[in-house]
């Protein structure tokens, strides 16, 4: 659930960023590394609450913090006893700050914990994540048969968006891809059929960004442009590229993210450009989750450019987005070109991807 603020700012003027001075790496990814345990030693003393297995109370957000130590969890082997101690921690407390379940009113939310516990799946082998996300896709499905196709954005059908559909393609065919034989079918039918509708309503404008989602009027596209619809839609494509072998769907996931690239940036560092960082403090998760689906994509089809994209923005967000001293120290902001503004959990876990992204594609 992420409200969009009643108001909305356009960024103006964007702030010159000066050359960074080149951090001469000898072993880059150990550096990443080690700046990736240092951002999330922060975000858990700081905002993690083990007694509803929530970071900063922010529900959809702790999920995908999930995905986010997951992944550090994957790059660092040193981190992954950690990694998995805090996880196993969110997987009964949140559930039971929730009373008892996974799910509330927003389809988007629910896909956000699926894909978490796909990452932990992932990450550990216990079948338990994969059930806690074959469960909440049970219920995802309940979301199917919108106006204009696909999939309600919550249970009251107050709209149709980007988020919420390009999640339900990535659990679906994260399930297919994971699930034994005799289960796939079902998800594989539903990665397919809600991949072909995606693709099919308009929804990416000239620029090869999708749009927010669909108005109920008339079905057409509509909305600001945001980093972490480009994201997901990024890592749905790369998960039903597997399922299928069909190339055209890495065809447009790279379409995506050099759309996101060139027009979601300033000097080459991802910036939110159609909200105000301070408008609303969960939206500093959004790039985020495109740098992480960014990775998903250089493993399936690599280009140098995502790596120096990745290595960019994250040597920019510590040079420049940290706080270098006082009690505050190492928390991180949400625009990665800094100056350190609207700090929170959601600023420093969207952070932390980036600099688990750099890890993940350096040597
Ligand atoms: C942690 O969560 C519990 C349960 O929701 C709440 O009562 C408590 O106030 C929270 N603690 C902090 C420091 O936010
Ligand atoms: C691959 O996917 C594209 C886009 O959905 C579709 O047009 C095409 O028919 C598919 N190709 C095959 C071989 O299924
Ligand atoms: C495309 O991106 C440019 C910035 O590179 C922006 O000014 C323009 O509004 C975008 N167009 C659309 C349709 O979003």
């Given amino acids: ?36 345990v240092d951002a999330a030693r922060v975000l858990n003393d700081e905002w993690y609450n083990d007694s509803n297995g929530q970071w900063q109370d922010l529900w959809w957000n702790s999920a995908n913090v999930v995905t986010t130590l997951g992944g550090l969890a994957q790059v660092d082997s040193d981190y992954k006893t950690t990694g998995i101690g805090i996880v196993e921690g969110v997987f009964s407390a949140a559930k ?97 059929s809600q991949v072909d509708w995606l693709l099919s309503k308009g929804l990416d404008n000239s620029n090869n960004t999708f749009v927010d989602g669909l108005s109920l009027d008339d079905c057409s596209p509509e909305g600001d442009v945001f980093t972490y619809n480009q994201g997901a839609m990024i890592g749905g494509l790369v998960e039903v590229n597997k399922l299928t072998g069909n190339s055209s769907y890495l065809d447009k996931a790279a379409e995506i993210a050099q759309g996101a690239m060139d027009h979601l940036t300033s000097d080459g560092i991802l910036t939110e450009l159609s909200i105000y960082p301070d408008a609303d403090q969960t939206a500093a998760q959004f790039k985020g989750v495109f740098v992480r689906n960014l990775v998903s994509l250089q493993s399936a089809r690599p280009n140098s450019d995502y790596i120096g994209f990745l290595q960019n923005n994250a040597d920019a967000l510590w040079a420049q987005d940290r706080i270098d001293a006082g009690s505050n120290e190492g928390q991180l902001g949400s625009a990665w070109q800094g100056p350190v503004t609207s700090v929170s959990a959601a600023s420093q876990s969207s952070a932390l991807d980036c600099l688990v992204a750099a890890a993940a594609v350096s040597s």
């Fill in 96 to 192: 039971g700050s929730n009373g008892g379940t996974w799910l509330n009113n927003f389809y988007d939310d629910e896909g956000w914990w699926a894909l978490a516990w796909i990452k932990v799946y992932d990450l550990t082998e216990d079948s338990r994540y994969l059930s806690a996300a074959e469960d909440i896709f049970g219920d995802l499905k309940t979301g199917l048969g919108a106006t204009c196709g696909g999939q309600w954005w919550d249970k009251d059908h107050t709209s149709s968006n980007t988020i919420n559909n390009a999640l339900f393609l990535s659990v679906a065919a994260s399930l297919a891809n994971r699930v034994g034989n005799d289960k796939q079918a079902e998800y594989r039918d539903a990665a397919t």
């Fill in 1 to 36: 659930m992420f409200w969009l603020p009643s108001f909305s700012f356009l960024l103006c003027s964007i702030l010159g960023v000066t050359a960074l001075p080149g951090r001469q790496r000898a072993t880059p990814k150990s550096d990443y590394i080690r700046d990736a």
